[in-house]
């Protein structure tokens, strides 16, 4: 007979280790499936400014080899697996994968988040043919060519900075006529003699056939047209959550993004959810290890029905 695990855990960035360090220091019995790389999204990131303990500066690859050997440290295996539907029949949950079928008594949900596209014709077309969603990873190939941002936030800007060490000339759109991103990172951007900001346009179409050639902006206001040559764009417009697989089993808000309450539970008392795939107020490596960390104890409470003493 098929054991029970106490619980499965759905993802393995910041947010999914962290909670299998607390489950695994806790005594559950449990598994952690990740289909990707363990630190999901911090492969995409150039520098850690903010996480603290880590030198200023960190590459997200560096923290995601940490998470690796922390588990390797604790004996936790991560299973490179696509969870692909989870049930819940009978107070027991079905988690279906790639490779086969688990059972647990708890789940929690650590999918994170993918980065949102633009939605215009040619874009899927052209990805990887000069349209990119990561200029950590991409950005070496357009050494000294001209390149544009679309976004106006903390990751555009931080886009822009990078692609601005090594392109030509960084083209920054955003759709209003001020950027959101945090004060010292515009004020790095305006030192910058290769950024050019275009303010109040948005994209009305990616030109090109099997390369990408340029941009047609269109005013917000006033709904003029202009065209922009280019050699690479780079999507930063955020991100979508990761949470199709339990949108029938967790309420979810308009976005997608699973609501909880402050323990990670979700409406489901027995799946939990935290990271970048919950509805959160901050969304910083930091607070979504705290997240994992919280949800496993809570998953411990339930599970065991009994209460630590913190």
């Known amino acids: 007979m098929k054991k029970v695990l106490d619980l499965i855990i759905v993802g393995a960035g910041i947010a999914g280790v962290n909670a299998a360090v607390y489950?695994?220091?806790?005594?559950?019995?449990?598994?952690?499936?990740?289909?990707?790389?363990?630190?999901?999204?911090?492969?995409y990131m150039e520098r850690i400014d903010n996480y603290l303990g880590l030198k200023l500066g960190t590459k997200g690859r560096e923290l995601a080899k940490i998470l690796s050997e922390s588990l390797s440290g604790l004996d936790v295996s991560v299973e490179n697996e696509?969870?692909?539907?989870?049930?819940?029949?009978?107070?027991?949950?079905?988690?279906?994968?790639?490779k086969g079928q688990h059972e647990t008594k708890a789940v929690i949900l650590a999918t994170g988040s993918s980065?949102?596209?633009?939605?215009?014709?040619?874009e899927i077309k052209l990805t990887g043919r000069g349209v990119s969603y990561c200029a950590v990873c991409d950005g070496?190939?357009?050494?000294?060519?001209?390149?544009?941002?679309?976004?106006?936030?903390?990751?555009?800007?931080?886009?822009?900075?990078?692609?601005?060490?090594?392109?030509?000339?960084v083209t920054l759109i955003h759709r209003r006529n001020e950027l959101r991103a945090l004060e010292y990172l515009t004020k790095n951007l305006s030192e910058k003699d290769n950024v050019n900001i275009i303010y109040n346009h948005?994209?009305?179409?990616?030109?090109?056939?099997?390369?990408?050639?340029?941009?047609?902006?269109?005013?917000?206001?006033?709904?003029?047209?202009?065209?922009?040559?280019?050699?690479?764009?780079?999507?930063?417009?955020?991100?979508?959550?990761?949470?199709?697989?339990?949108?029938?089993?967790?309420?979810?808000?308009?976005?997608?993004?699973?609501?909880?309450?402050?323990?990670?539970?979700?409406s489901n008392d027995f799946v939990w959810a935290c990271g970048d795939c919950r509805r959160r107020p901050l969304r910083q490596l930091i607070t979504a290890a705290s997240e994992g960390a919280i949800a496993s104890i809570e998953v411990y409470k339930k599970v065991r029905q009994s209460y630590l003493s913190v």
């Open 82 to 98: 696509q969870v692909t539907e989870i049930k819940q029949q009978e107070g027991v949950f079905q988690v279906s994968t790639s």
């Open 140 to 169: 070496f190939f357009f050494k000294g060519k001209n390149v544009a941002v679309v976004g106006g936030g903390n990751t555009a800007v931080e886009e822009a900075l990078y692609l601005s060490s090594f392109a030509k000339k």
């Open 23 to 43: 489950a695994k220091r806790s005594g559950l019995t449990f598994k952690i499936f990740e289909s990707k790389a363990i630190g999901g999204q911090l492969f």
């Open 202 to 266: 948005t994209i009305k179409k990616i030109l090109g056939q099997q390369q990408l050639k340029g941009l047609i902006l269109e005013e917000s206001d006033k709904g003029g047209a202009r065209e922009l040559s280019l050699d690479g764009l780079f999507v930063a417009i955020g991100t979508s959550p990761n949470t199709e697989i339990c949108r029938q089993l967790v309420s979810t808000d308009e976005n997608g993004f699973i609501t909880t309450d402050s323990k990670m539970k979700t």
């Open 115 to 122: 980065f949102r596209k633009l939605g215009l014709a040619n």
